[in-house]
């Protein structure tokens, strides 16, 4: 559950400027939340410029401008950092950092910006083991961010405790916000997927090895279940090789690459089961809470932020990270079950409607803003 203490909002329209490294390239969540983010702050009074990284998709920078919303590539800060600095401490009353690095070179332009507060959002999925404080220089930079944060939040209650322990910070410091879909957006079909014809398994992700696509095609393989199609959804580095391998398995004839796509809600909606193979530390896992809100039956890794997303058994089936031959099993299970697809679906929805939608992700983030501009304000 997201945590929020009251502590009172800013007396005043706020001047907010949220700080992105990703490109809004698509017409996916990320970009939904955006636009809504900026919707949502207009409507309230306050004043809002997004700072990311190119492309941006037309229908997204056509969305922002029509409330109000400036928005600059990421690159004219980190070209003239001290004239970034200057612009952030003058023009903000609060400054939003969402997939950034704690210690990269946009952080430490924000942090060098004094004295406007910043609320940093937590989205880092990382290799399984790694210890963020790994050196020295590494546990000072913490230190520095530690002091300069006037707000710290976790995507997932995961999240949230690996910071809390990692910066030494205790609540109301440190809060849960879960990501946002739009449940309308992403929703079931309006009738029920054929009980004959093949069986479509669906993953959505950006194509690199932390994503365990490589294991679900492994998993397919040794499962060799009858009637089924493999949509892979998504562009990234691990694609020709990914291509490859399902030509090596003899899966080359049941299985589509379909690139990043801007209607992941119609292919879902055509989606049996969605499979999540993950080996990394996921934080979230965005593309769940989409296939959840979709009505799919669920397959995922056991690993990160993942049960909290799906209670196993209840909403999806949970398995170990990089488990193949449990993948495989899980797979033939509900290829075979239809009955068991469909409650399994159910269960998904049900969990999207109440954990994950757009507009409570949304108010929690202005709320958050409105309380620590306050706040910043009272001292």
Not at 50 to 74: D, N, S, Y
Not at 193 to 204: E, K, L, Q, S, W
Not at 307 to 329: C, K, Q, T, Y
Request: proline share 5%.
């Amino acid at each position: 559950m997201t945590t929020q203490v009251n502590v009172g909002r800013s007396p005043r329209p706020l001047r907010l400027a949220l700080l992105i490294q990703l490109a809004p390239r698509k017409l996916g969540s990320l970009e939904d939340w955006l636009v809504a983010f900026a919707t949502e702050a207009r409507r309230r009074g306050h004043s809002f410029d997004l700072f990311a990284h190119e492309p941006v998709h037309p229908t997204i920078r056509g969305a922002l401008e029509a409330v109000g919303a400036r928005w600059e590539t990421i690159a004219s800060f980190t070209r003239r950092p001290w004239t970034a600095v200057r612009r952030l401490a003058r023009e903000y009353d609060v400054m939003h950092l969402n997939f950034v690095a704690p210690n990269d070179r946009l952080a430490m332009i924000a942090y060098a910006a004094w004295p406007t507060p910043i609320l940093y959002v937590d989205h880092n999925s990382m290799t399984a083991g790694v210890d963020a404080r790994r050196s020295r220089f590494g546990a000072a930079l913490d230190d520095l961010t530690r002091l300069r944060l006037a707000g710290l939040a976790g995507v997932s209650n995961y999240v949230r405790d690996r910071a809390r322990e990692r910066y030494r910070v205790t609540s109301p410091f440190v809060e849960t916000i879960y990501n946002g879909v739009d449940t309308k957006r992403f929703a079931p079909a309006a009738t029920p997927r054929p009980a004959t014809g093949d069986i479509v398994i669906t993953a959505a992700a950006y194509l690199i090895a932390e994503k365990g696509i490589a294991g679900l095609l492994r998993a397919v393989a040794l499962a060799r279940p009858t009637g089924i199609r493999i949509h892979i959804v998504g562009d990234g580095p691990e694609e020709v090789p990914l291509r490859a391998l399902a030509r090596e398995l003899g899966l080359d004839g049941c299985t589509t690459f379909f690139g990043l796509r801007n209607d992941l809600p119609d292919v879902l909606r055509e989606t049996d089961i969605f499979v999540h193979p993950v080996l990394w530390e996921e934080a979230f896992g965005l593309t769940i809470a989409e296939a959840m809100a979709s009505g799919c039956a669920i397959i995922a890794s056991r690993i990160g932020a993942i049960p909290e997303l799906i209670h196993s058994g209840e909403s999806g089936i949970l398995v170990p990270a990089g488990d193949v031959e449990a993948l495989a099993n899980a797979i033939s299970s509900l290829v075979s079950d239809r009955a068991e697809r469909t409650r399994l679906a159910a269960g998904a929805r049900r969990r999207a409607e109440t954990l994950f939608r757009l507009d409570a992700s949304v108010d929690a983030h202005l709320d958050w803003c409105e309380r620590i501009a306050a706040e910043h304000l009272r001292r």
